[in-house]
């Protein structure tokens, strides 16, 4: 698995540093204390996606829900409140299902995508903040991207590189849709690009599996249906998910692939896909040559627990990315969700290592990490849409070990609340190809949403770093600068292209 270091002229970014105070516990303890459960305790929930829609410094929490309104919970500090009704959401009792936050117009505030299911009347709604988040509109109707139907995983990107936000929206029900976006206008292109997938598609995610700095997407099909894999070619896309040995051919209608995660989990400077299913999980290894290995059993996540949303994250500040999985199984209240801890390092494979605590309150559905108090590890919100379930957050209480320090880069356009989505963000030590770590900014996951957030890195090194950009506009090149962890735990990074 070899990585290709880049050293081309590359551009030194404005950067923003803050140390912030000593990040909260992590290592070995696997901690997690429930959050405001008075109010987080509502059933029903199912998606959940972060962001700082009020441009207040820490992030918010958005949930759908089957069955009663939606939630926005503003961050005051740390502690939330529910100001969905506030702000201008409509207060829809349906089956919403999707979530994602992006700066689609470019005004420096944070708008977000949100669908529905089936067995509804209400088209799918995209809520345009008006401004630091104080009220929202639906703009969906004269954008033309109110569609009505099965929607699942929606994501914001900028698929053929030319600045601005273009909209993916999947479907259980029909056609899959790509929207692309021009001086404000929204056209279906999925078709004549060959992303118009007619299978059963319920979840997906985009990455540059192939390291030619554009978006490949993956999507996650049901009731049998083989899986796609679609390589971007210059704009035209390719399913050689069959070529590739990742599509599951033969599957029972009663099997199927669900919420998708990549990361690059045995830290070789290219990105893997885990995806949960119906039956057997895959571990996707990337081996940087265009390949998938399927290494699940190897490295012990494969299961067959009837997987819904899969979501990565290092919760315990090691190094090394971490998998949430949330089971479900209809009709069954409590059906247990996974925690696997990569141990990739010493023992060869992932450990289950899922809290009693939160082992009583399973996710079944929706899944994000997200360091919402900005103590420098990740907590954990989940979402469980039985009407006897909850939704819950948890924050992080574990130790994080003196050598680590944290690292946190936003990548940020120019003008714009958006990170560069796609971008892939990697930390070396200074002048040498030692990698520390790579991340992705979210193409949406964890089931059906899309997060806004800081990339969170926990390194093992005190020294000074070069962290390289990769962004998937054809108009930026690479790019790259350097800080120095030498002295405080936390810092905080903010590229502005």
Sequence with gaps: MKISAFFSPLSLLPVVVLAAGQPSPATGQHAFSAVQPELFDASGAQSVAWADYDNDGDLDLAVTFKNRPNRLYQNRDGIFVDVAQQVGWHRDISDA??????????????????????????????????????????????LGLDLIGT????????????????????????????FAQ?????????????????????????????????????VANQNGDRDGFYRNDSGVFVDIAQQLNIDQPRRAVTDGSVGAAVCDYDKDGDLDLFVATYSANKMYINDGNGKFTDSASEMKVAGNYHGVAAECGDFNNDGWDDIYITGYWSGIL?????????????????????????????????????????????????????????????????????????????????????????????????????????????????????????????????????????????????????TDLSAEKIHRITLVL
């Design 97 to 142: 299902r999707v979530l994602a936050w992006g700066d689609y117009d470019g005004d420096g505030h944070l708008d977000l995508y949100l669908g529905y299911g089936k067995d509804t009347a209400i088209r799918n709604r995209l809520y345009r903040n008006l401004g630091d988040g104080k009220k929202f509109k639906d703009v969906a109707p004269e």
């Design 182 to 218: 021009q001086n404000g206008a929204f056209t279906n292109v999925a078709k004549k690009v060959g992303v118009a997938d007619p299978r059963r598609t319920v979840g997906a995610t985009w990455f540059d599996f192939d390291n030619d700095n554009d978006l490949d997407l993956f």
């Design 151 to 178: 929607t699942r995983q929606s994501s914001w990107l900028d698929y053929d590189g030319d600045g601005d936000l273009d909209l993916f929206v999947a479907m259980r029900d029909r056609r899959n849709y790509l």
């Design 334 to 482: 409590g059906y247990r969700d996974y925690l696997y801890q990569n141990g990739l390092a010493d023992q060869g494979h992932f450990t289950e290592v899922l809290p009693a605590n939160i082992a009583k309150r399973d996710g079944d559905h929706g899944v994000r990490f997200a360091d919402y108090d900005n103590d420098g590890d990740l907590d954990l919100a989940l979402a469980s849409n039985h009407q006897q379930g909850h939704h819950q957050l948890f924050r992080n209480d574990g130790k994080t070990a003196n050598n680590i320090r944290i690292l946190k880069v936003s990548v940020l356009a120019k003008g714009s609340a958006n990170q560069l989505i796609g971008a892939v963000v990697q930390v070396y030590q200074a002048g040498t190809d030692k990698l520390l770590g790579t991340k992705m900014v979210d193409t949406g996951g964890g089931y059906n949403s899309q997060n806004v957030q800081p990339l969170h890195f926990a390194i093992d090194y005190r020294g000074k770093v070069d962290i390289r950009v990769t962004t998937m506009n054809k108009a930026l090149p690479a790019l790259m600068t350097n």
